[in-house]
């Protein structure tokens, strides 16, 4: 049976997509599927960093793809989960030493092996970011409550469609409601008029986040965290599990914790 | 649009009835005798014109016309004008000659940012154009949904074309060689179809009537 390629994107850069790719690998992992994560950001390597692999990395996609190695040597096995793998991204070379026809031949060799293929796409939207959809059944767009960010991820999902990558779905990430509330944020269904397509979730800002990323902890895993459970929340629906968006509202508890610095 | 397929109308001093010139002549009449029985008192000293556009009648089917209004009360005079066929054709010659038709592109689909459409007539657009496409046309511009990029009507140079949209909410708008772009910071934008023109040298947005 084969799987899934799912390509995560934004246009805009630094909206969280490789923070997104980590933590959808992880969640999905976590619930036994496995799953192969692919950073095509060549050049610009971070998703290793993220998962906390970085001192793995022996061959990289480049190698795969000029036959310096067999993809099976690529592939880092996760830290915490075995059905995890990340086929990581070169840092010496730059987007050209990979073709759109590789990168959809390689995401289809590694589908016949997972069930999810996950790639990380870099920001832009020239060859990397074509590289990046090339093999992809099913795009996920990451965007943060920003005019700019929104309008990227448009002008994203409308290159999407000409390469005949149908019904993109969007992640609004970093979002506070605090401030949507006293309309100094766009709320989700601006965005979501602007945008048509379907709300996959959405992901609360969040300091824990930044102590995640850089210790290479996905958030995924930390039940306590409300990004991390957002992401959770996230990875059942991408299984097709009805879930529904999580309230983001602050608790009175939590206001209170964090009017006297206790959060 | 469906058209009437009689129309009444008072003109110098005559009812003047116009009958729609492609419809079976029998189902015409048929709905010219209901007519003509429910507003009788109408047609009291009338002077009747009846305009046929370019249907040829028999004579049977004239008599049958007239027949119609012969039993009113004081009718006065019924005259049949048929549109000259000649001078028509003619006529619609030369419009052609003087205003080429234009044609226009229409677009089923949503405009998302960094998609264009560009087209040397009018262009329909069913779906919404967001900011960051541009929509540039030698004629009119009509967005059948919310419209807030860059539109540019008359790009020839005419000041005569038009923008219209369900809710025109544009970054910026060029008519001709007329341009202009929406005030800076927070802006209201009414709940209503509006439409752009050229008046008086700058673009004018109003409410669209009609």
């Known amino acids: 049976m084969a799987g899934k390629v799912l390509v995560i994107t934004s246009g805009k850069g630094g909206v969280g997509k490789t923070t997104t790719t980590a933590n959808l690998g992880t969640g999905l992992a976590k619930l036994g599927n496995k799953v192969a994560l692919i950073d095509a950001d060549i050049g610009l390597r971070n998703l290793d960093v993220v998962m906390g692999l970085e001192n793995r990395i022996v061959y990289d996609i480049v190698d795969v793809v000029e036959g310096n190695c067999r993809l099976e040597q690529a592939l880092i096995k996760d830290k915490r989960y075995n059905s995890l793998c990340l086929l990581p991204a070169a840092q010496t070379r730059d987007k050209t030493a990979v073709n759109p026809d590789e990168m959809a031949e390689l995401c289809s060799e590694l589908k016949e092996e997972f069930d999810y293929v996950i790639v990380d796409s870099p920001a832009g939207i020239e060859q990397g970011f074509k590289n990046a959809i090339a093999g992809a059944d099913r795009a996920i767009i990451v965007t943060t409550p920003e005019v700019s960010a929104v309008r990227d991820a448009d002008r994203i999902i409308g290159m999407l469609e000409a390469e005949g990558i149908k019904e993109p779905e969007v992640i609004i990430n970093r979002i506070r409601m605090d401030m949507v509330k006293k309309g100094n944020m766009m709320d989700i269904d601006d965005m979501i008029e602007i945008l048509a397509i379907k709300l996959l979730g959405v992901v609360p800002d969040d300091e824990k986040i930044v102590v995640s990323t850089n210790t290479g902890e996905p958030i995924v895993l930390n039940n306590n965290a409300k990004s991390g459970q957002a992401f959770d929340n996230i990875v059942r629906r991408i299984i097709g599990e009805e879930v529904p968006l999580m309230s983001l509202d602050e608790g009175l508890v939590n206001k209170f914790k964090r009017m006297i610095g206790l959060a | ?210």
């Open chain 2, 1 to 210: 649009m469906q058209k009437d397929r009689i129309l009444f109308k008072w003109e110098a001093g005559h009812l003047i009835i116009t009958l729609d010139e492609d419809l079976r002549f029998d189902y015409l009449v048929e709905d010219l005798k209901e007519k003509v029985t429910k507003a009788k008192n109408f047609f009291i000293n009338a002077k009747i014109k009846i305009e046929v556009g370019r249907r040829e009648l028999s004579f049977e089917e004239k008599e049958v016309l007239i027949d119609t209004f012969a039993s009113l009360p004081g009718l006065s005079v019924i005259e049949i004008i048929r549109d000259d066929m000649q001078s028509n054709l003619q006529d619609k010659a030369q419009n052609i000659e003087h205003e080429p038709e234009t044609s226009t592109l229409f677009l089923h689909r949503t405009l998302r940012s960094g998609q264009s459409v560009e087209y040397d007539g009018n262009i329909v657009i069913i779906g919404d154009v967001n900011p960051g496409a541009e929509v540039v046309a030698k004629g009119d511009i009509v967005v059948m949904g919310v419209f807030r990029g860059v539109a540019h009507a008359g790009v020839d140079g005419s000041n005569e074309a038009t923008i219209v949209a369900f809710r025109l909410q544009p970054t910026q708008l060029r008519i001709g060689n007329k341009i202009c772009r929406a005030p800076d910071g927070e802006v209201k934008h009414p709940n209503n179809p509006e439409i752009a023109s050229v008046k008086d040298d700058t673009i004018l947005i109003e409410d669209l009537r009609n």
